[in-house]
């Protein structure tokens, strides 16, 4: 018997049996791109490492004098000895030049009364203008990265600013893909009309991909319950996430339950009550992660989008595995069932959201995925109102820390 959860305790099962791991490894910064930390990282040195011109124009000390004698030129990576300035003296200073000692101000050249190659006659302007303070964006030794923080292109930028090059990263989970059906094709072998093609491997791991992990495709599960009792023997220690399609539900073929049942499963849940995606099992093999998909390909590919991925963030250690979310105003109206929740496909743009084809396609349907950018998960609702506010999961949206999409 299926279980008759909600999809939002099915969310919770998957991501409070998820344990992050501790498993870590070093590399280069240029090779981390969606990789989580696995510690701290400390500034090596303020930011920035030395005061210097935030403008190109003229450095000075303030003071009462409005004309100031044009001593010397100090371009950005000039080295030069200390020297002492007057008063009534200043010197051309490119943008990004280290601001020599005694000067506290400058200004730009077009804010300048007057200009000669000699002298500069100034108004009046505010002390400490147009000077970037050593240290003013960052101290040495301070947190500038945090263990469980996805490294992005633009904190590679910060990182590469401070001279780190090698970081210490989580090791995600090694990731097994297998398919159920006889009916099965590989994208790239002929099928006649009694078969098609193996969607859901080949999309899930696109879409591992684009979340950054990495996946196997094992090709398609025997077609008998012993065999396949000894297929997932011979999978379940050397992958720490096992993730099938199809074989889930209860017909004669159906005996993927049965068998990661004879190989150690601990069910956390069979079912939800959701459309599309009703017939899902996830649970755990000792330390290997189950995620048992529907083998309708919507079906299959939503329920991996918002039930594994979060999850597989939260296993390789990422502190943000909640999906961000954007409130948007409903397009048009339209009826759900309410006695299930409901995954369902839109478009999102400028603040407003519309449902794909007034929710009326089937789990079979991959069209309603490829024109939809944007996800809604609803419950205990049968009538969806014109301009209702709605939650949106936006399919590029990100992740974020605290806000939990299930909660109000």
């Known amino acids: 018997m299926l279980d008759k959860i909600s999809y ?34 400390l500034a090596r040195r303020d930011a920035p490492v030395f005061s210097n011109s935030a403008m190109d124009g003229f450095g000075f000390k303030r003071s009462e004098n409005k004309k100031l004698k044009v001593i010397k030129t100090i371009y950005a990576g000039d080295k030069y000895e200390d020297f002492e300035i007057k008063d009534d003296e200043c ?22 009364v007057e200009v000669t190659d000699e002298y500069i006659v100034i108004p009046e302007i505010k002390k400490g203008a147009n000077i970037r303070l050593k240290g003013e964006e960052i101290k040495k030794g301070e947190i500038i990265a945090k263990k469980g923080e996805e490294i992005t292109p633009e904190m590679s930028a910060l990182l590469i600013s401070q001279g780190i090059v090698n970081v210490k990263v989580f090791i995600k989970p090694k990731i097994a893909i297998l398919s159920t059906g006889n ?14 093609y193996n969607i859901n491997s080949h999309s899930i791991k696109a879409l591992l991909e684009k979340n950054g992990f990495s996946a196997d495709l094992i090709g398609i599960i025997p077609d008998t319950l012993e065999k396949t009792v000894e297929f997932i023997k011979n999978l379940k220690n050397r992958y720490n996430v096992i993730v099938t399609t199809g074989g889930i539900s209860f017909g004669d073929a159906d005996f993927i339950y049965e068998a990661f049942l004879k190989n150690g499963l601990k069910p956390f849940f069979r079912g939800i009550m959701v459309k599309p995606g009703r017939p899902t099992m996830v649970g755990a093999i000792d330390d290997t992660f189950v995620f048992a998909l529907p083998g309708n390909p919507l079906s299959s590919y939503l329920n991996a989008f918002a039930l594994m991925i979060p999850t597989l963030r939260k296993l390789s250690g990422a502190k943000k595995y909640f999906y961000n979310f954007a409130y948007a105003k409903n397009k048009s109206g339209f009826k759900v069932n ?21 929710y009326k396609y ?35 949206i990100g992740f974020c820390q605290n806000c939990d999409f299930f909660n109000d």
């Open 183 to 196: 009916e099965l094709k590989e994208p790239w072998e002929d099928a006649d009309e009694e078969e098609i």
């Open 8 to 41: 939002k305790e099915a969310f919770y099962r998957c991501i409070d049996n998820a344990k992050p791991t501790n498993l870590y490894k070093n590399i280069f910064v240029k090779d981390a791109l969606r990789e989580f930390l696995a510690e701290d990282i």
């Open 338 to 358: 309410p006695k299930k929740d409901h995954t369902i496909l839109g478009r999102f743009e400028c603040g407003e959201w519309e449902v794909y084809k007034n």
């Open 91 to 112: 010197v051309r200073i490119m943008t990004g030049a280290k601001v020599p000692d005694g000067i506290d101000t400058v200004i730009p050249i077009e804010k300048c």
């Open 362 to 396: 089937g789990s079979g349907m991959v069209s309603a995925l490829s024109c939809s950018n944007s996800l809604v998960i609803l419950g205990n609702k049968e009538i969806v109102k014109e301009g209702e506010m709605l939650k949106v999961i936006p399919f590029n």
